[in-house]
């Protein structure tokens, strides 16, 4: 059987910035195995397949070693393709996920995504996490993801991860976002996952659940812009809508083709 595959850059306007996801059309599921499989050969942070029948569009995240439960930039990227590459008639796509029913609205060519929340606690540091990083934070929050609170963007950007230590702890799905307030934006980030093929992922639409309710209370504000400070880099527009957060970003179409199983 041929397959079509699109690589999409999404968040960013810019071809080789924001983070890079596969996008895979079929017609019907194949076998999880070979879906990890084609992730793997992949090898971008997450592969996402959709399966439409009839009105309903069924959505699933790969990265190269497991299925993820949430993945923002490959969720805007499957739109993208819907919309830009297969003239999706509609404006708003809604897919079915294993986080539930996700909508992204298309207005102008930005891609918003409509996510659920995910407030974080306050939290302890653990031991491996702390024992990997180069500078400690100043709060400590969880959620899915445990969230680390920094004086500056310079630290974000400054921040080195240890792998001998980082890698030995497991957070299941999530991972570690390290954030502050920004200095031409309302905050910046960056997110790691341990263990995994790709330590640095280059923009996380998904830890922004977390993000969006802490700063929009922290700056008293509901719509906020940020900037995840990869060496990809990567821009979102936010907005807190208390259960729910808006996620909005570009994207372009890197590369398409086709592949054989």
């Known amino acids: 059987m041929i397959y079509d595959f699109y690589q999409v850059d999404a968040f960013t306007s810019k071809i080789f910035g924001g983070n890079p996801a596969c996008v895979v059309p079929l017609d019907s599921w194949l076998s999880d195995d070979i879906l990890l499989n084609i992730a793997k050969e992949n090898a971008v942070s997450e592969t996402a397949f959709f399966v439409i029948h009839g009105e309903k569009i069924n959505l699933r995240w790969f990265t190269p070693d497991i299925e993820i439960d949430l993945c923002g930039h490959a969720t805007l990227s499957a739109a993208f393709v819907l919309k830009k590459v297969l003239n999706f008639p509609k404006n708003e796509i809604v897919f079915h996920t294993l986080s539930g029913i996700v909508k992204v609205n298309c207005i102008d060519n930005v891609f918003y995504l409509d996510f659920p ?16 990083l180069t500078i400690q934070p100043k709060e400590v929050y969880k959620s899915r993801d445990y969230m680390l609170i920094y004086e500056s963007q310079e630290d974000i950007e400054n921040i080195k991860i240890n792998r001998n230590f980082f890698d030995n702890i497991d957070l299941g799905y999530g991972g570690v976002i390290i954030t502050a307030k920004g200095d031409s934006v309302d905050f910046v980030s960056r997110f790691f996952t341990p263990g995994a093929t790709i330590l640095e992922d280059p923009v996380t639409g998904s830890a922004h659940c977390t993000l969006i309710p802490y700063w929009s209370s922290k700056l008293n504000k509901n719509e906020l812009s940020a900037l995840q400070i990869s060496s990809r880099g990567g821009e979102l527009f936010c907005k807190d809508n208390l259960n729910r957060v808006i996620i909005g970003g570009k994207a372009r179409l890197f590369s398409s083709g086709n592949f054989n199983i």
Do not use: D, G, Q, V
């Not at 929340?117 to 990997?132: F, G, Q």
């Open 117 to 132: 929340a995910r407030k974080a606690n306050s939290a302890e540091l653990p031991y491996e996490i702390k024992m990997s």
